[in-house]
Structures are given as structure tokens and as C-alpha cells.
């Protein structure tokens, strides 16, 4: 069974920083693209990042570059995205997702929230 | 607002057909297939049509997904109560070289 929980969100004050991870079992880690989704309050989806399998291609939405920084362990099935320079706008519960390719995600994590305020 | 456009909601009495829009530009929609996701209050979202008209597994072959140039169209037939949710379309975009969903569209089942 595949599954992919998601940790590392908490309260964090403007400008600050935290380190998301992803853990995923029950696939072959390694043969996957890998993405962040984001969901603030009240609000619509919106793709922040991916990572091709073996970590050599990242792309990320316009709001987020030189801010956020999407890695990968596939020794420790893992996804990371460190998240800098934190905004209100910011503000979302991130999802971890897996890629059927590098746009179709088939199948998403619980989420965890990030919330920024001082 | 988002780059793909949506209309915000949707309604339906159980058995009618239902249709949800999705309109693009040829920089997401008209060079790239169309996934459409499904999201329940306080879930995370579920992959529902892929490759503009593909079903995974243990989706009823109610829903469907069709493209044509820069828009695309997600149908649900024979609706049901529990069908009541938020619906999102999603592409790639090759301008913005990142992934682009719409503003998701809720779906009330009268």
C-alpha cells in the first residue's frame, strides 16, 4: 500500500524557517517524480514544487523561488522541502505527492500545516 | 487568481448529469493533458481523471474527462449524494515551467 506522511509543519514567525519531510513506503521511491501541494485556509490547491527521480531536475511556482528548496533521499525514501524566508501568505497545509509522471499525482499524503505568524 | 479558470460552483439533483469547465491557454491546456483531482472537506485530494480522460482504478466509470484545444471538461453522470465535493483541473505549463491548477470548483448535490 502506498503511503506518504508528511511532518515538519508547526508555527512559525515571518521570516523564518522549517524543514517539511515526507516519508514514503509501499513503492519503489526512486522511480517516482516528487511534489509539493499547497492549501491555504479556506483556499484552492496550489503546486509549489516537484523533483524528477533522481533529483537532477527541480521546478518550483514563481512565489516560492529562491525561498523554498524541494530534495530527495532515495536511500531513505524520502522528500524534503525546505521552506525559508516564510510569509503570511505562506500559510498552508503541504501536501507530499507522488508523480505518475511530473504532472499527474496519484497519490497525495495527509498533509501537514505551516502556519506563519508573528 | 489561478491560471487555469474554473467556475467556482456546481449543482446537480442525484441522477442528473452534471459538467465542470476548465479553461487554459495554449501554454498549459493546449500542449499538455489534463488531470482532474476530487477533495472532500478536510481530506486530502484523490486523483479522479488523468490524461485528460483516463480512470484510475476504483473510479466509477461515472466520471469522465474530455479536452478540446484549451479547455477541458470533467462529466459526471448519475449523480450521487456522495459526489458532493471540491474538484480540481490541473496541467503543466510550459511558460511557467510549473504545474497550474484551477481555482476548484464545489459541487452541491441538491
Known amino acids: 500500500e502506498v503511503q506518504l506522511v508528511e511532518s515538519g509543519g508547526g508555527l512559525v514567525q515571518p521570516g523564518g524557517s522549517l524543514r517539511l519531510s515526507c516519508a514514503a513506503s509501499?513503492?519503489?521511491?526512486?522511480?517516482?517524480?516528487m511534489s509539493w501541494v499547497r492549501q491555504a485556509p479556506g483556499k484552492g490547491l496550489e503546486w509549489v514544487a516537484n523533483?524528477?527521480?533522481?533529483?537532477?531536475?527541480?521546478y518550483y511556482v514563481d512565489s516560492v523561488k529562491g525561498r523554498f528548496t524541494i530534495s530527495r533521499d532515495n536511500a531513505k525514501n524520502s522528500l524534503y522541502l525546505q521552506v525559508n524566508s516564510l510569509r503570511a501568505e505562506d500559510t498552508a497545509v503541504y501536501y507530499c505527492?507522488?508523480?505518475?509522471?511530473?504532472?499527474?499525482?496519484?497519490?497525495w499524503g495527509q498533509g501537514t500545516l505551516v502556519t506563519v505568524s508573528s | 487568481q489561478s491560471v487555469l479558470t474554473q467556475t467556482p460552483s456546481a449543482s446537480g439533483t442525484p441522477g442528473q448529469r452534471v459538467t465542470i469547465s476548465c479553461s487554459g491557454s495554449?501554454?498549459?491546456?493546449?500542449?499538455?493533458?489534463v488531470n482532474w483531482y476530487q477533495q472532500f472537506p478536510g481530506t486530502a485530494p484523490k486523483l479522479l481523471i488523468y490524461?485528460?480522460?483516463q480512470r484510475p482504478s476504483g473510479v466509477p466509470d461515472r466520471f469522465s474527462g474530455s479536452k478540446s484545444g484549451t479547455s477541458a471538461s470533467l462529466a459526471i453522470s448519475g449523480l450521487q449524494s456522495e459526489d458532493e465535493a471540491d474538484y480540481y483541473c490541473?496541467?503543466?505549463?510550459?511558460?511557467?515551467?510549473?504545474?497550474?491548477f484551477g481555482g476548484g470548483t464545489k459541487l452541491t448535490v441538491l
Open positions: 509501499g513503492f519503489t521511491f526512486s522511480n517516482y517524480w
Open positions: 523533483i524528477k527521480q533522481d533529483g537532477r531536475e527541480k
Open positions: 495554449s501554454s498549459n491546456i493546449g500542449s499538455n493533458t
Open positions: 490524461y485528460n480522460n
Open positions: 505527492a507522488r508523480g505518475n509522471d511530473y504532472e499527474t499525482l496519484d497519490y
Open positions: 490541473a496541467a503543466w505549463d510550459d511558460s511557467l515551467t510549473a504545474g497550474v
